[in-house]
Nanobody
């Protein structure tokens, strides 16, 4: 499975962006997918994850209510809709795919993901 993240950019505080994570390869539609982010000098942190079927998701407290993760398995793509962006959301955003489809709590750990995209930069100006 290969992942390609895109959609980042520069946006003012309060604005919105939609990130996409496009996958190639077998079994992607059977895998849970997550978004993580990493700001300069900080560790990679969990943002959101979605079950293989798209009917369940979970979020970090810091983005709950502002970000929405979704997927279109027909297009092999997972999205992250980000709204009410804050300067603290500035980071490189990565998508990852686990080798299983459920949504256990351990998906908040980057160690649970077998495949990663290259990252896309999101910069929120104040």
């Amino acid at each position: 499975v290969q992942l390609q993240a895109c959609g980042g950019g520069l946006v003012q505080a309060g604005g919105s962006l939609r990130l996409s994570c496009a996958a190639s390869g077998s079994f992607f539609t059977s895998y849970a997918v997550g978004w993580f982010r990493q700001a300069p000098g900080k560790e990679r942190e969990f943002v959101a994850a979605i079950k293989w079927s798209g009917d369940r998701s979970m979020y970090a407290d810091s983005v709950q209510g502002r970000f929405t993760i979704s997927r279109d398995n027909a297009k092999n793509t997972v999205y992250l809709e980000m709204s009410s962006l804050e300067p603290e959301d500035t980071a490189v955003y990565y998508c990852g795919a686990a080798r299983f489809g459920g949504l256990p709590d351990r998906l908040t750990s980057s160690h649970e993901y077998a495949y990663w995209g290259q990252g896309t930069q999101v910069t929120v100006s104040s």
